[in-house]
């Protein structure tokens, strides 16, 4: 890959050449220069690409129509919320491959027929699509623009001829920043044990069940983090390199001190007391992880080749992000008319505890740290960020979206269907 000094040198002798024949040196045009956007862009498809390309290892799967619709189903969630590149090829590209993929979703059999139809024709259908991986390849390796972004995507595959690009960054060090930005952000947003409404008298009685779930999944939710950190490549930076092992050893210490419950009945007869002395001792445990995983950003700064590679990583952030709280959510239809409700259809404005009927069912919804709280009678949903909860109430189905939130409130639309 070549660098900025290396154009100074080759400038330096065209100049040269250039004073020997008496005419005039010729500008070397500039390098192309990766971002952030592109190389998130480049991420994205080849990831949903590399999704396409594997429907057919769904052939002797008894389900293989619905593995199938699926897989593309996923695959145009993906693509639908993909923010254009700004590169006319490459946006096309993935024009192409939208209509595609929905051309084959709207010919796939489905429900019974799916599992009866013979797998040849399956296969056939998504023959029509192609591999993609092929084309995506050679759509970056002869656009001047998009290559250096692609080239350097943790997700593509390398291009065969690397790019000239104007980036001290390496293919290496982005994929190294990019999973250790992961891991951190991991480790930062690891669920606290229990929650401050827990303490509201409508909640209390699920308090056990919180910190039951609380302790039968954190110590995966910690180990899950080490692989991918552990089997990152050594940059051969000494700094970088020990941090990494710091990081990963911190884990695995953390991982082995914290409870294996592998199911929360195996806390059904534990005291309410206990429960808590035990979840207050995790999360004192996972808490003392985050003090070393704030340490990257300043890492990255004092070595010039990570700093690129860092604000080249779709997962690492250059400047912290704004709080959820400072956020505008759009205005509510009916406000905080909760009695607008007891119709069946509403949009309301929740933050604190409220209790909200529907049809004479009443449900308490609140919303903390950016999480949906919704009770009813015994039965507990919690909503993080976009998402529906539904709940069974005399013969009908009473259901909540999220249309928008931020930590402390959320706006919902609120259904009944019969």
Known sequence: MRTRPAVVLA???????????GGQPSALPELPAPSKELVAWADTVCTSVKLVDGLRSHADSGYYASAVTTDVVAALETLDVLRPSGIKQAD??????????????????????????????????????????????RL?????????????????????RPPESATRATRALVTWADTMCEGVSSIETLPAAGDELLKHPRFAQFEDMELSSYLTSVHSQVASIVDPLAGLEETRVAEVDAYRDELVGALRDAASRLPRQTSALDLHDVPLGQLRERASQAAATVSALEPKARELPDLARRHPALADAYHLAPHCDDEPPTPATTATLPKAENGTDFAVCQGGTCQIEVSEPKDVTVRGNVFTIAVSDGTVWLASGSGLIRLTGPGTAQFGAAGATVVFDVVASTDTAAVLDVSTTD
């Open 11 to 21: 400038a330096g002798l065209l100049l040269v050449a250039g004073c020997s024949t």
């Open 140 to 160: 970056a390796g002869r656009t001047r623009a998009l290559g250096p972004s692609y080239h350097l995507a943790p997700r593509c595959a390398p291009l065969k």
């Open 92 to 137: 096309s590209y993935v024009g192409g491959l939208v209509k595609a993929l929905e051309r084959l979703r709207d010919q796939l059999p489905t429900g019974e027929e799916g599992q009866q139809v013979d797998a040849a024709r399956i296969t056939a259908l998504v023959d029509e699509v192609g591999k993609q991986k092929p084309a995506l390849s």
